[in-house]
């Protein structure tokens, strides 16, 4: 039997007898399982299976890993023919959209319920974006005999909530095994995540002394939702043994209180979970295992225009009740909403509206129409539409979907979707300004002092209500991974009236800082061990405010820890204190990029976005038609918007351009530096160090004037070798003054860097009173790489702060910026790194040809384009120039080949005809032909190439 063959009878055995449900949990067979069964190498599987699609036998679930499934087995249970042009879906949930509604179970009573009202009419994007997901929990509710445990997956604030609560309404409607009493019990799993003694209670119930409390015997929740649903938030919170209990019952139906020994209580549950967490990190496998259908709610960035306008139309309804007046809001109030809806997705939109409504009502207090203008939103507000102007296919639907205006008028009392909105907050804004600019008038408060005053109060009832949503359900569970809870809420009391005394926002670090150091602290007095308290009496008289906040934070420790706390350790906390809130005054650096071309700037950093996701920096596009005057007004407007206090990084390509620096710093007054000759890496190394390294401007610019490229680093660095005796790689730590906590961050270092093989690096913990003292000694001593901990210590090296090192991406940053240090000290790629590189990356874009097979004819053709150009290509340059000719070359294959719409000069015709001839290569050894569009874009891509960017340094 051939290879192929073997692959795919192994896949048609392992699919019989396995259900729709069983595709959905596991997705399908990923080539490293089907290599490890038949003993066949991977890479000989992939090429079958590339095979096997062409062949239209099997079809591709995208993702990492890729899934492969049979198409007649999938086709079979769907009840469904596939399309034959379509090989790859997104996802299970994709395929699921094809079922045949003959196989879907029926309502009771009618045989064709689903084209019947439901509640789920209700949900803006029932039948667009949501739709495959109503589809599963109507097939979850319905399924015979008692619907099938589900559990929703989505970011915070997607709705995950409302959508069991539809699940629930339609169950009473149409499913037959719930009655109109049925109920619907909600419990929030984290409310006591760390006592799961008491969690379990509230779940199964517990008999008479159970526990230490137990007086008497209750009922569980279980009990209460019996014949009808549980809702459990966040299950993820679920301790191990709770996970287990839950999923005993799920399978027998069964289970027993807390205190009892015997499973001999039934009851009739369908369970219903939500998660903001990865189900496959977060919960127990065999927990995972008795879920059949796992739902995923979308975020608000993910939906389409129109079901973003629905739902921004729906907010501001419901404001126009509350208020009883019509509101009336402009197009560039409307987007800037919509593109400012990020992480907290249609639970941030609503307090959005609740804020520019609130702030609107506070204006027209007089009028009978609340006017909503763009220019009258707050900053943070309107930096939503710049964002979103960057995303020109969205916001052009956007803007065919939008009029100039949109008024809504009050229509009675709103829709409840369900009873308890834990978004909804439980006062009435309105009737608090109302209330209190009656009260001030009635006391001659000027309007001025009104204003400002119900502004202030506007942020603080929303900021407060909304604050539990989001930085707590972001960052508390990350700081809870190294220190007690006990520990962070006491730390976050201390933080609040920081904030009041000295009358000051402080970040995330400053939990992650003092929550660390106060561990520290109380394990030396556990321990008894003495700290080595230094001369810093100094910082008495230097900071006279927080020393004395420092002696009073001292007290609330040794009454909530019954410990004696020595002066000496005010006297540290108030340098702890003083570093923390100095930090924050620094703001990055912001990037302006700036290029000739009607796209050339925005195309860079939208790939550099891309890339490293959403940072500080802008783009100006400058069309050849169009004044330098223009161009300096608008680069003075941007530079202002975008200024954090650290000045402003002009990349520019060439012209006019180059000379605006000073223009602009000198009508503005914001500092600016200007380095020409931009590209996309210069983009990417601005960025990652204004953001990820806090570098200052100055830094920047001096680290960045010479820059040319990742490639052509090596030349400069053997010079610099060459000058300067090699030093010892290190790291510094920054901590506060326990031990305990330095030694935490070292060990934490030092296992990233054993992760990446860094052995030869030294990780030096810094105690943050030592800095000034002794940082000089240790830059002449090592080559300092980076640095980490509670404050940036300025010795012109990247800064990680302590808290992204918690964060998920903390590894990551370390990792990248330890990389491109080892990158500096690497000779220049040999012609076979180059090779194997195209070849990896290759692997990840081509699905019909094989990399290892079209590498050769790509390689021999560069070079034939490099003797025509007449000079060399550097190694970076090859690399992209190879995966775009192997994309160019796959298109080919596919008969989607790109169109060529630049204009067409006679040199660039006679490149073209010099670059056919050495495409000719592909015509005799793989068959395939480049089309003149395809090769016209080659010459452009040849002509752009700059001067930095070839091999002469090589």
Do not use: W
């Not at 991406?809 to 990158?823: K, P, S, T, W, Y």
Request: glycine fraction near 4%.
């Amino acid at each position: 039997m051939k290879r192929i063959d073997r692959i795919y009878a192994y896949l048609v055995e392992q699919s019989e007898g396995k259900t729709l449900d069983d595709f959905v949990h596991m997705e399908g067979f990923t080539a490293s399982d089907i290599a490890n069964d038949l003993d066949i190498l991977r890479n000989n599987v992939s090429a079958e299976l590339n095979k096997l699609l062409r062949q239209n036998s099997i079809i591709k679930i995208k993702g990492r890993p890729v899934h492969y499934l049979v198409k007649s087995s999938i086709e079979k249970l769907l009840g469904c023919k596939l399309p034959d042009d379509q090989h790859e879906y997104e996802n299970m949930n994709e395929l699921l959209s094809f079922q045949s509604p003959t196989i879907r179970p029926a309502a009771k009573g009618n045989a064709d319920a689903s084209e019947e009202p439901n509640p789920f009419d209700d949900l803006i994007g029932s039948k667009t974006s949501l739709k495959v997901q109503v589809e599963q929990a109507k097939a979850a509710v319905l399924y015979p005999p008692h619907g099938l445990h589900t559990l929703i997956v989505g970011q915070t604030g997607v709705g995950k909530t409302l959508f069991a609560n539809m699940m629930f309404n339609y169950a009473k409607s149409s499913a037959p095994f719930m009655d109109e009493d049925a109920q619907f019990i909600v419990f929030n799993c984290a409310d006591y995540a760390n006592n799961p003694q008491l969690l379990l209670s509230h779940i199964f119930g517990h008999t008479k002394g159970a526990f230490t409390g137990a007086d008497s015997e209750k009922d569980g929740l279980v009990t209460k939702a019996d014949g009808g649903m549980l809702f459990l938030d966040e299950i993820h919170r679920l301790p191990p043994e709770g996970q287990e209990m839950l999923f005993y019952f799920m399978d027998t139906g069964t289970y027993a209180k807390l205190g009892e020994t015997e499973r001999n209580r039934k009851a009739n549950v369908l369970i219903i979970g939500a998660t903001t967490e990865d189900p496959d990190s977060s919960l127990l496998k065999t927990f995972v295992r008795r879920i059949p259908i796992l739902i995923r709610i979308p975020s608000f960035e993910e939906r389409p225009a129109k079901d973003k306008i629905e739902i921004l139309k729906f907010l501001l309804a419901i404001e126009a009740n509350r208020v009883q007046k019509p509101i009336k809001i402009d197009a560039e109030s409307m987007k800037a909403l919509i593109g400012n809806t990020s992480y907290g997705n249609v639970g941030q939109l609503k307090s959005n509206i609740q804020l520019v409504c609130a702030n609107g009502f506070l204006h027209c207090l007089n009028d009978d129409v609340i006017t909503i203008n763009f220019k009258d939103l707050p900053s943070e507000l309107k930096n939503g539409f710049f964002y979103l102007s960057r995303k020109r296919q969205e916001i052009q639907e956007l803007s065919e979907l939008i009029d100039s205006y949109l008024t809504v008028y009050p229509e009675g009392e709103n829709k409840a979707l369900f009873e308890e909105d834990p978004y909804e907050p439980d006062f009435n804004l309105y009737n608090i300004i109302g209330d209190k600019v009656s009260f001030m008038m009635d006391q001659d408060v000027s309007d001025e002092d009104i204003n400002r005053f119900l502004k202030l109060d506007i942020d603080i009832h929303l900021n407060k209500f909304y604050n539990k949503f989001y930085s707590n359900a972001l960052n508390r569970e990350k700081i809870l991974k190294i220190v007690s809870e006990d520990i962070l809420d006491f730390s976050e009391e201390v933080q609040e009236i920081v904030e009041k005394r000295l009358k000051r926002k402080v970040n995330d670090r400053f939990l992650f800082a003092f929550s660390l150091h106060l561990t520290s602290f109380l394990k030396r007095v556990k321990n008894q061990q003495v700290a080595n308290y230094t001369n810093i009496e100094n910082v008495i008289n230097d900071r006279p405010e927080e020393y004395q906040l420092s002696l009073d934070i001292c007290k609330m420790i040794e009454k909530r820890y019954r410990v004696h706390v020595p002066v000496k350790e005010a006297m540290y906390l108030t340098i702890l204190l003083t570093s923390l809130l100095d930090d924050q005054k620094a703001e990055q650096v912001a990037i302006l990029v700036a290029a000739h071309g009607s796209s050339t700037a925005s195309s860079m950093v939208s790939v550099v976005k891309s890339l490293l996701g959403e940072s500080n920096v802008d783009s100006i596009d400058m069309p050849l038609d169009m004044s330098p005057k223009y161009v300096l007004e608008e680069m003075k407007k941007r530079v202002k918007e975008i200024d954090m206090g650290k000045g402003v990084l002009l990349l520019v390509d060439m012209g006019s351009l180059t000379g605006f620096g000073d223009i602009i710093t000198q009508e503005t007054g914001i500092k600016t530096r200007t380095i020409d000759m931009v590209t996309t890496a210069l983009v990417i190394e601005a960025i990652r160090k204004a953001t990820i390294m806090e570098m200052d401007l100055e830094d920047i610019y001096e680290s960045l004037k010479d820059f040319r490229g990742y490639g052509s680093y090596q030349v400069e660095q053997k010079t610099e070798e060459t000058r300067q005796p090699q030093k010892p790689p290190a790291i510094l730590s920054v901590c506060s003054t326990g031990e305990g906590t330095a030694e935490k961050l070292k060990q934490l270092v030092e296992q990233l860097l054993k992760n990446i093989g860094r052995s030869d690096i030294t990780v030096i913990p810094l105690q943050i009173n030592e800095v000034e003292d002794k940082k000089e000694t240790y830059m002449h001593k090592y080559d300092i790489l980076l640095t980490v901990g509670i404050a940036d210590p300025k010795v012109h090296a990247p800064f990680i702060p302590v808290e992204a090192l918690f964060m998920g991406d903390g590894e990551a940053q370390v990792m990248h910026l330890i990389q491109n240090q080892q990158l500096l000290q690497t000779p220049p790629r040999s012609p076979a790194m180059v090779r194997e590189m195209t070849e990896e990356s290759l692997n990840e874009f081509l699905t019909f040809l094989n990399p290892k097979k079209v590498v050769g004819a790509i390689t021999e053709f560069v070079s034939s384009i490099e003797r025509l150009a007449e000079r060399p290509f550097n190694n970076a340059s090859k690399i992209n120039m190879n995966i775009h000719i192997g994309c160019a070359l796959e298109r080919v294959v596919t008969h989607a080949g790109l169109i060529y719409k630049n204009e067409i000069t006679p040199e660039k015709e006679e490149k073209k005809e010099s670059y056919k001839k050495a495409a000719k290569i592909f015509e005799d050894q793989l068959k395939l032909k480049l089309s003149d569009d395809e090769l016209y874009y080659i010459v452009d891509m040849i002509d752009n190439l700059s001067s930095r960017q070839t091999a002469g340094v090589q």
